[in-house]
Structures are given as structure tokens and as C-alpha cells.
């Protein structure tokens, strides 16, 4: 079931648009901001709200690289895996966060706290390699650094 | 030199909000625009030479006049497209964060050129910063009566939105940018018809660049002929933000006149390769565009120069190798972005670009064969223009042909040495 306010937020959105199944991917980023990912039960109650069919809606969130059809944990980080971060030393950075946290692209911490996965260029490039936790970027990255950061979430 | 552009962006690149915007001379351009008639408007544009900073460079001003201006229309839309996501591509960035009120200006004498009444600003969802500074800058217009249903009570109507888009390199390709402002997948869109007739939601559309629409209120207030004059090259007007990444010494962004040299660029701005690093080419435009390499160093920075060197200028930002990076390494990076990003649309793209990393996987492993660049040569041709659906697949092929042209040693040389030397 979606909550009161989810469906208020959704509805909100509705005004941007001429139709409300333009709202669609308004819709599943409302309900990623407030359970971290979007299930298939989610996907369901979208499908009434939206008056569209479930599969239409998930063609739709499985498209897109940060709609999350699977849990993540409290924190996405987003490694950029692309071509200035591959020439300014991203496999260094990738091996440090593998190592540090446990865990390869896709997966989620024992304590639930970080998801990593990559990401294509972040548009920092001239402050290579980059990574994105939850909300905020961070550049220039070192294996001293990441450990800093990393330690700032909890 | 004059940069328009970037010359009220601080240097730490934090906003500037309306009040010192205004202080700085921003919105003139809106005042001067709503008393001028929209075709003429269309006309000043087409005569500055301003030429799409979105990678296709089409004269911007031609691009509007597709649009009708008679008829009735439910609505009409002007959509600046900051998806930004080809890599090694920074600039649009800068430009949104550090003047949002630009980009709303250069927005609002683009839509009143083409009579737009609704517009959207495309953002990508990384771009968390860029969307809050718009959010607040758009609200802000909207108080000071730039923006809304009479705006400065001329009695023009236009309401500008933001939308925060979740992911896809595809959805930067205009097409596949409007399906995805209806809320649906992002697969590009046969053309004809053409966007400027039926766009968003059916209705005539303009996309245009985020650097494109930033230089629309400098061009309104100083003049066709002043915007040429920045330019060292005749035919493209303005200035560029030029940018290098890489191992270079100071990586970053520049505003400079379109035809200055690539030398220029790398040993003046971007301050040469890093002590004990050689040049061994450049990508001058972001990911899709072909390889420039010493010979090429001379050429000047702007459309047709770079591509009768053979490459594009595309966004202008360039990515630079040095000769201690493995260049199939780096053509490998770029190849296995192409093939997550494809969209899955058209069956060369979709089948193309997985198998063509997979070859490039296998030599950088030390298992490829010689007849595997036979391979790699046929898929540039396969996936070049014309045999895709969109631009998305032979932009792939760019860097690859190209490498295989100009490092066809390095390529040989994996082969024969069962490794990457450069491991
Ligand atoms: C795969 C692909 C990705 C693109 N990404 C972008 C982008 O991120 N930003 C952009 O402005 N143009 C992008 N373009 C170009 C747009 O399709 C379009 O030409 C441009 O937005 C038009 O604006 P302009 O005329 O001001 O350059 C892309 C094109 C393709 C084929
Ligand atoms: S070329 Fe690639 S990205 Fe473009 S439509 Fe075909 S599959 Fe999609
Ligand atoms: S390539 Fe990593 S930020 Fe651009």
C-alpha cells in the first residue's frame, strides 16, 4: 500500500503534466525517496494510481540506472566507472572500496548501510576519479580519502 | 578576450542568485526581447552563427524556424537539455551551477523567439546540486515576473518547470529525451517527424543545449556582429567552454574564441602532459568522437577543422591519453559504457556493442587473435551512420575506428604478447 503522503507527493506532480501517466517516473522516484527501492508490490499500487498496467510501469523503472528494483542499503554509492576516472586510476579506487566495505558492484553491507554501483561519467571529469554517496559528490578520490568519507556516513 | 559566458561565474563556481545577477545586468536581454518580433529575434540568432553546443552543431536559429508560428497550437515547448552524460563531458555543469540565471534568461528570449508558452529544464538525476540551485533560481524568476502568465505584464505567457531525470545516456538524444519527459522508456523517436513540428506531447518542441541557450541573452543584448567577433573562426560565432581531462597538469574548463589550437588548449590551459607523460592523443569532443593525435596538434578548434581532421568537436571537452595508459584499455572503458548505455532499440546497436567489448575484453586479457581486429573493423563499419536507428552506435564507433587506426600497434602487440604491456 502506498502511504497518504506518497500518493499526496505523486499527485502534486500530476500539475507538471498534461496526463497523469506522464508523472510515471515522477511516480517511482516519490516512492524510491521514501522506501530506498520500489517492489513489485509498489509497482502494483502504482499501476491503479497511474490507471496504466503493472508491466507498463515496470518497462519503465527497470529502464532507468537509478530507479532501484531490488533493496538497497541506507547509502547508494555511485563509483564513476568511466573513461577520465579509467585513466586517473579508478581501478585503485574500485579495489580500496571493495576491499574497505566487502562488497563488488550490486552488492549491499552486512549492516545494510552502503550499496555500491557504477555509474557512467559523473561530469566531474577534470576532478577524476569521482564517486557519488547518497546525495553528495566527492572528487579527486584517494584510498585516503575514501576511508574519511566513508567513515562520515554511519 | 570578451567570455560572456563564464565571466559572472565566481571562481569557486558557487550560484549567483538573482539580486547580483540583476546588479550584473542579467534579464536586459528579456526586456529588449519581448519588444522585438519573435521572427526577428529567430533571424539575429540565425545571422550570430550560434551552432548547437549539444555535440551536432546545427545553426541554432535555423533550428527554431522549423518551428510553426501559425495555427493553433495547445501548447508549444522549449526543453534545455542537461542530461550531459557522454564521458569526459563537464561543462553544461558550470554552467547551471554557477549561473542559473543565464540559462533562465537565455530560456525565456528562446521561447518567446518561438512563441513557447510551456518549457522544461532536463537535468540528470546525479546533478543533485545543479536541480536544487535551478529549483531556487526558478522560483526566484518566477517573484521577480520573468517567468508565469504575464510576464513583466507584456501579457506573454511562459511557465518553465525542472525535471530531474533518472539515468541513461540515451535520454541526452533529443528524441529519446521527449519520451522520457512523458514518463516513458527513452528509445529515440523515428524523425520525420521532426521535434520543432511534433515534440513533447505531440506539440512543437525546441531542444536545445544548456551551453546553446546561455549565450541567447548576450547575443539579444550585443548584436549578430559582436557575436561573430568573438569568434577566430568565420561562420561559427562565439566563444566555446573548451575543456581536458586526463593526466594533463591542470585539468579544467575554458571559455575561449572557437578556432584557437588544440596545442593551445593542452600546453597553455591545460599546462602540458604531467612530468614523465607523453601525448599520445586525444578525444577532442567527449567519448564519441575519433581520436586526434600528434600530427593533429596544429588544427584549430572548431567545427570544420576538426572534422577535416577526421574527428568531431562535439562538446568540446577532450579527453586526453597519455603513453602510459593503455589505449585499448581506455577504448575498452569506452565500449563497455556504449553497451550499457545502448538503449536496446535496434538490433545492431543492441547486439554490436556487448560483442564488441567482449573482442576488445579478450585482447586487453591476452586471448585475442589477429582476425579479431578484422572483427572489430567490420562492426565500425556496421554500426556507422546510417545503420543504426540513432547517433548513439556510430558515435560508438568513433574511438574505435580511430584507435584502430592510429594504435594498430598497440593493438598487434597485446595480440603477440598474450598481455597488456602496460599491466
Ligand atoms: C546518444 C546521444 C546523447 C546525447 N546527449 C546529449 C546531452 O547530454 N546533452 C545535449 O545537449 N545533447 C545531447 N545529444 C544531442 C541532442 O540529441 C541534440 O542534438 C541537442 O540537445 C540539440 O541541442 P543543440 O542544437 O543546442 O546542440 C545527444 C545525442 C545523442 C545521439
Ligand atoms: S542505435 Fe542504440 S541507442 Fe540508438 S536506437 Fe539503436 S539501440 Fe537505441
Ligand atoms: S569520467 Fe568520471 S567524472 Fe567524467
Known amino acids: 500500500m502506498l502511504t497518504a503522503e506518497e500518493i499526496h507527493e505523486i499527485k502534486e506532480e500530476f500539475h507538471l503534466y498534461p496526463y497523469k501517466q506522464a508523472a510515471c517516473i515522477e511516480a517511482l522516484k516519490v516512492v524510491q525517496k521514501h522506501r530506498r527501492w520500489v517492489s513489485d508490490e509498489n509497482v502494483k499500487d502504482l499501476a491503479e494510481l497511474l490507471e496504466m498496467s503493472a508491466d507498463e510501469i515496470d518497462s519503465v523503472a527497470t529502464f532507468y540506472n537509478l530507479i532501484y528494483r531490488r533493496p538497497v542499503g541506507k547509502y547508494v554509492i555511485l563509483l564513476c566507472d568511466s573513461v577520465s576516472c579509467y585513466i586517473m586510476g579508478l581501478e585503485t579506487v574500485l579495489q580500496h572500496l571493495e576491499r574497505t566495505l566487502g562488497i563488488k558492484y550490486g552488492e549491499t553491507t552486512a549492516d545494510d548501510r552502503f550499496t555500491m554501483l557504477p555509474v557512467p561519467c559523473l561530469g566531474t571529469c577534470d576532478h577524476a576519479p569521482a564517486m557519488i554517496v547518497g546525495k553528495d559528490l566527492y572528487r579527486d578520490l584517494t584510498p585516503e580519502k575514501i576511508d574519511e568519507i566513508l567513515n562520515s556516513y554511519k | ?423
Open chain 2, 1 to 423: 578576450m570578451e567570455r560572456p559566458l563564464t565571466k559572472n561565474i565566481r571562481p569557486d563556481g558557487k550560484p549567483l542568485f538573482i539580486k547580483e545577477y540583476e546588479s550584473l545586468g542579467g534579464y536586459q536581454s528579456v526586456k529588449k526581447a519581448l519588444a522585438m518580433q519573435p521572427k526577428e529575434i529567430q533571424e539575429l540568432v540565425k545571422k550570430s552563427n550560434l551552432k548547437g553546443r549539444g555535440g551536432a552543431g546545427f545553426n541554432t536559429g535555423l533550428k527554431w524556424s522549423f518551428v510553426p508560428m501559425q495555427g493553433e497550437f495547445e501548447h508549444k515547448y522549449l526543453v534545455a537539455n542537461g542530461d550531459e552524460m557522454e564521458p569526459g563531458t563537464f561543462k553544461d555543469r558550470l554552467l547551471i551551477e554557477g549561473n542559473p540565471h543565464q540559462l533562465i534568461e537565455g530560456m525565456i528570449g528562446t521561447a518567446f523567439a518561438i512563441q513557447a508558452d510551456e518549457g522544461y529544464i532536463f537535468i540528470r538525476g546525479e546533478y543533485t546540486y545543479a536541480a536544487e540551485v535551478v529549483a531556487k533560481a526558478l522560483a526566484e524568476a518566477y517573484e521577480a515576473g520573468y517567468l508565469g502568465n504575464n510576464i513583466l505584464k507584456t501579457g506573454y505567457k511562459f511557465n518553465l518547470h525542472l525535471h530531474t531525470s533518472v539515468g541513461r545516456y540515451i535520454c541526452g538524444e533529443e528524441t529519446a529525451l521527449l519520451n522520457s519527459l512523458e514518463g516513458k522508456r527513452a528509445n529515440p523517436r523515428a524523425k520525420p517527424p521532426f521535434p520543432q513540428v511534433s515534440g513533447l506531447f505531440g506539440q512543437p518542441t525546441i531542444v536545445n543545449n544548456i551551453e546553446t541557450l546561455c549565450n541567447i541573452p548576450h547575443i539579444i543584448n550585443n548584436g549578430a556582429e559582436w557575436f561573430n567577433g568573438l569568434s577566430l573562426t568565420p561562420g561559427d560565432g562565439g566563444t566555446k567552454i573548451f575543456g581536458a581531462s586526463g593526466k594533463v597538469k591542470k585539468p579544467g574548463l575554458w571559455e575561449l574564441p572557437f578556432g584557437v589550437t588544440l596545442r593551445e588548449l593542452l600546453e597553455e590551459h591545460a599546462g602540458g602532459m604531467r612530468d614523465g607523460l607523453k601525448f599520445k592523443g586525444c578525444l577532442p569532443g567527449g567519448a564519441s568522437t575519433d581520436f586526434l593525435v600528434e600530427q593533429h596538434l596544429d588544427i584549430r578548434m572548431d567545427y570544420a577543422s576538426v572534422a577535416a581532421a577526421g574527428s568531431r568537436l562535439g562538446t568540446g571537452t577532450m579527453i586526453v591519453l597519455d603513453d602510459k595508459t593503455c589505449p585499448v584499455g581506455m577504448v575498452l572503458n569506452l565500449e563497455h559504457f556504449f553497451a550499457q548505455e545502448s538503449c536496446g532499440f535496434c538490433t545492431p546497436c543492441r547486439e554490436g556493442l556487448p560483442w564488441t567489448e567482449k573482442i576488445l575484453q579478450k585482447i586487453e586479457n591476452g586471448k585475442g587473435e589477429m582476425k579479431d581486429l578484422d572483427i572489430l573493423q567490420f562492426h565500425t563499419k556496421f554500426m556507422g551512420p546510417g545503420n543504426t536507428f540513432c547517433a548513439l552506435a556510430p558515435g560508438a564507433m568513433a574511438p574505435l575506428q580511430s584507435a584502430l587506426k592510429y594504435f594498430r600497434e598497440d593493438f598487434e602487440l597485446h595480440i603477440k604478447e598474450h598481455k597488456c604491456s602496460w599491466k
